[in-house]
């Protein structure tokens, strides 16, 4: 309440709640303040996850506990203000998940939305209705709410890639379902890279007599590196560079030029050697992989080192500047795709 009330108001009111409480009913006046903010204030902290000291864990992890033991053996990014909710934005998960040589992560399939960075380790894959992408560093990988997927490693060598997920927005909802399939692996429907062909050159097969194997409205789910590093440093060379982002690219889903999932959105940046961009707040929580060199983000007067495959978040309304001290490229995820169907996606420029 906003003006202190005379003695005598004061304990009828507190006489009124203590009489009410048992009913569970509870005065809005006395709490509205908290409830309808004049701008986000996230319980979420700026906070950066060293890759090295990360892998370290996971790879002692690794030596302690199988993938078909553990299911996902994966050591979540827990923001440090969001203590035992597995959450690095109050709306999204991030973790790490390793697969060592020889390993297959058992098939399943959940309502929520995930994606797979990788980070470390080449030629294992993941696997969503039997359609195998043969994962690279700096792939993004996407597994839909409610396709089966598994992963495996036929390698020689530890694969290492992020997890982002919209496991707090799902439970927000209390709309979880998942269930696990009998055999580890689904069964093969069709060649790797089937999808990749069909959907990913900006081009979808015509609508005939025969049925589309993948749904219609999420088809592709491969974003080759060795594609989007290349339209991103084309970009770079030709276009006028954005003095908030940099020069900026975001993940589509070809069915309807939309975010790639429901939930989710992504996209990558290159900021140029010495380029410094200007500070620019947004509601939407993003956290970032570092892919190439190395820079400084500055938020609100905090500043993080970035190194490659180090991992930052940036909650929301958080003003960031990011300077590269050599080429720097970034990749992130948020849930503006979220925000923006709620129409509450907003940012500020300086």
């Not at 999204?92 to 309502?111: F, N």
């Not at 390698?155 to 890639?161: G, L, R």
């Not at 060199?293 to 978040?313: H, M, N, Q, T, Y």
Request: with cysteine.
């Amino acid at each position: 309440m906003t003006k202190p009330l005379p003695n005598n108001q004061h304990a009828q009111l507190e006489a009124l709640y203590a009489e009410m409480a048992p009913q569970s009913l509870t005065p809005l006046w006395e709490v509205l303040s908290a409830l309808v903010l004049t701008q986000p204030d996230s319980p979420a902290r700026v906070h950066r996850w060293s890759y090295d000291q990360a892998r370290n864990y996971l790879m002692r992890a690794g030596d302690l506990i199988s993938a078909e033991q553990a299911e996902r053996r994966v050591l979540i990014l827990e923001n440090p203000g969001l203590t035992g909710l597995s959450a690095v934005t109050p709306s999204l998960y991030a973790g790490l998940q390793l697969i060592l040589p020889g390993e297959v992560a058992p098939c399943h399939r959940h309502s929520q939305c995930a994606l797979r960075f990788v980070i470390e380790g080449e030629g294992a894959y993941t696997a969503v209705d039997g359609e195998k992408a043969v994962m690279r560093p700096f792939d993004l990988v996407l597994t839909p709410g409610g396709q089966w997927h598994d992963h495996g490693n036929f390698t020689e060598k530890p694969m290492i890639w992020l997890d982002g997920l919209d496991i707090p927005t799902v439970r927000h909802f209390d709309a979880s379902f998942a269930e696990k399939l009998p055999e580890a692996m689904y069964p093969e429907t069709v060649k790797p890279g089937d999808t990749l062909a069909r959907y990913g050159h900006n081009m979808r097969p015509m609508r005939g007599g025969v049925a589309d194997r993948r749904p219609s409205h999420q088809p592709l789910f491969h974003y080759p590196y060795s594609d989007w590093r290349p339209a991103l440093t084309a970009m770079a060379a030709s276009a006028e560079i954005d003095p908030h982002l940099g020069h900026a690219l975001e993940f589509l889903n070809p069915a309807d030029g939309g975010p790639i999932m429901p939930t989710i959105s992504a996209h990558v940046r290159l900021i140029p050697q010495g380029y410094a961009t200007l500070p620019r707040r947004s509601t939407d929580g993003t956290t970032f992989v570092v892919v190439e060199g190395e820079g400084e983000a500055r938020v609100d007067g905090e500043s993080l080192a970035l190194k490659p495959r180090d991992i930052f978040v940036i909650p929301s309304w958080k003003a960031l500047e990011i300077f590269a001290q050599s080429e720097l490229v970034l990749f992130g995820f948020s849930d503006k795709a979220s925000q923006q169907k709620l129409n509450l996606y907003k940012e500020q420029l300086s």
